[in-house]
């Protein structure tokens, strides 16, 4: 029978985040024949549980797929619409523009998720698509992070401040985090890896949020630098929320 197969995850944490998060979409799950352990008996048990088979195919086979780095584990999933603010801070948003690495693409969800976001908007022009690249740096991550793909920069903040959200844009020379009221509604947006944000967004932006640097690097990795923003971000929320209930 024939199966159109319209997404592919690749590696054990992506393969097991996506039977335990959306089992219903997926339609097979593929474990290289070399493979054994612990992992596979994993991966083996979830799908026996959500009643998804679990074929055990050459290590060939699951390149063929187009994921060459796998760690032995593939899914074909059909793709669902994802549902924005399943969990996550509502009111804590990342929009990216320009960020074409797929490597940093996952680290950055991957961040995202630890950092309890809501919802990630990625600028459709000019950013890497998320794939099974991305999957496997997010480690699982793009199974749990609602991703939402947005045509135009300027009309998702808009919509944003409409509904309250103060938009800082991280930029070189921009204020320290810590001296600015991340608590709220707070929109962060990162720009790409060679010219970070559009100067269109940045004007847009209500504050431009920056890293002190004391060594002699100019400039974070753009994963690391959502990182340090972010994890501030959770610092105050957690500090308001004690407070609160003190």
């Not at 997010?138 to 938009?167: C, S």
Request: hydrophobic share 40%; proline share 5%; glycine share 10%.
């Amino acid at each position: 029978m024939s199966r159109q197969v319209l997404e592919v995850v690749a590696g054990f944490h992506p393969v097991r985040e996506a039977l335990r998060h959306r089992p219903h979409a997926v339609r097979r799950v593929l474990a290289s024949e070399r493979r054994g352990g612990q992992r596979l008996r994993e991966i083996e048990e979830l799908c026996r549980r959500h009643h998804v088979s679990c074929e055990r195919v050459p290590e060939a086979a699951l390149g063929a797929l187009g994921v060459p780095v796998h760690n032995g584990f593939a899914a074909e999933l059909v793709p669902e619409p994802q549902q924005a603010g399943v969990s996550g801070d509502r009111d804590l948003v990342v929009l990216l523009e320009d960020v074409q690495d797929p490597r940093n693409l996952g680290a950055i969800l991957r961040v995202c998720d630890g950092a309890g976001v809501g919802r990630v908007l990625v600028r459709d022009r000019g950013s890497a698509p998320v794939s099974p690249t991305v999957a496997r740096t997010a480690a699982g991550a793009t199974e749990w992070v609602p991703v939402e793909r947005v045509t135009n920069t300027a009309q998702a903040l808009a919509r944003l401040k409409d509904d309250g959200f103060w938009i800082y844009g991280a930029a070189e020379g921009g204020t320290a985090p810590w001296d600015l009221d991340l608590s709220g509604k707070v929109a962060l947006c990162l720009g790409g890896e060679e010219k970070g944000l559009r100067q269109r967004t940045r004007d847009l932006c209500d504050a431009l949020v920056g890293l002190p640097m004391r060594g002699r690097v100019e400039s974070l990795n753009v994963a690391t630098a959502a990182a340090a923003l972010l994890y501030e971000a959770v610092r105050q929320r957690t500090d308001r929320s004690a407070t609160r209930k003190a």
